[in-house]
């Protein structure tokens, strides 16, 4: 809806028809201040309990209808 986009053509470049018109350089694709730090030094306890918690019907029930496909992730 917005002005600056109006023209452009969103299905062609879903449809991978068109090149999007920016793409980040691969060498400065990554910060490390975007990273989650509190991850690396968690303990195995820890982490165990996260996996636990994910797995009760609850949790997942919280992602019902929520699909993922890898192939329209290319």
Known sequence: ?????????????????????????KDENYDKKNSESEWKDINEDSLQHCIELLQKESV?????????????AK
């Open 1 to 25: 809806m917005h002005p600056w986009l109006k023209d452009f053509d969103w299905e062609a470049l879903n449809e991978y028809k068109i090149d999007s018109p920016f793409k980040p350089p």
């Open 60 to 72: 997942q029930e919280l992602f019902a209808n929520y699909e993922y496909d890898e192939a329209d």
